[in-house]
T-cell receptor
Framework: DTAVSQTPKYLVTQMGNDKSIKCEQN?????MYWYKQDSKKFLKIMFS???????INETVPNRFSPKSPDKAHLNLHINSLELGDSAVYFC????????????FGQGTRLTVV | GENVEQHPSTLSVQEGDSAVIKCTYS??????FPWYKQELGKRPQLIID?????GEKKDQRIAVTLNKTAKHFSLHITETQPEDSAVYFC??????????FGAGTTVTVRA
């Protein structure tokens, strides 16, 4: 059983399109995250949700909108995609808002052409 | 916010030798320091962590040390094997609940 699963694994799309990435965790964790890993491998927090409530919202363009329908799911919707959005997006979860022992999903490689 | 710096950015070692990666952090309130290993095309995986009330922790061939006064922590891998080749990230959690990562170290173990 995959603990944190993301779909799709790969996403290639044109500039200006709107796309979504879905994430689900079956660990019973209360907190979920989105991280962005750029081409230089740098990992940076984007959003954090605890029990469906937004608790961290980093300096991310408002074209990115996370949605948490329940504590086991955290989806990421991106409007008007730009070339610079190309990256690997990782979903993660942890038991509580302090991301100790955070567990990462396998990542979604987004390529904007 | 927390700023984590990691060195070196690349490290090549002969199989069987040791590898050491060093990180510094800026926020003295940080109290949890995990290390993640990311193999090519895979997800980051937690391999070891240390909390601020502990100076050293060991798990088989890997060990971490923490110097709170100097605000630095290190990962030590002994008897390196080819499967240790990966990108290693240090990180720190401060009171803002954010997991701040270092820039990563690409470790290559030469057979």
């Amino acid at each position: 059983d995959t603990a944190v699963s993301q779909t799709p694994k790969y996403l290639v799309t044109q500039m200006g399109n709107d796309k979504s990435i879905k994430c689900e965790q079956n660990l019973g964790h209360d907190t979920m995250y989105w991280y962005k890993q750029d081409s230089k491998k740098f990992l940076k927090i984007m959003f954090s949700y605890n029990n469906k409530e937004l608790i961290i919202n980093e300096t991310v363009p408002n074209r990115f909108s996370p949605k948490s329908p329940d504590k086991a799911h955290l989806n990421l919707h991106i409007n008007s995609l730009e070339l610079g959005d190309s990256a690997v997006y990782f979903c993660a979860s942890s038991q509580d808002p302090r991301p100790t022992e955070a567990f990462f999903g396998q990542g979604t490689r987004l390529t904007v052409v | 916010g927390e700023n984590v710096e990691q060195h070196p950015s690349t490290l090549s070692v002969q199989e069987g030798d040791s590898a050491v990666i060093k990180c510094t952090y800026s926020d003295s309130a940080s109290n949890y320091f995990p290390w993640y290993k990311q193999e090519l095309g895979k997800r980051p995986q937690l391999i070891i962590d240390i909390r601020s009330n502990v100076g050293e922790k060991k798990d088989q061939r890997i060990a971490v040390t923490l110097n709170k006064t100097a605000k630095h922590f290190s990962l030590h891998i002994t008897e390196t094997q080819p499967e240790d080749s990966a990108v290693y990230f240090c990180a720190a959690i401060s009171n803002d609940y954010k997991l701040s990562f270092g820039a990563g170290t690409t470790v290559t173990v030469r057979a």
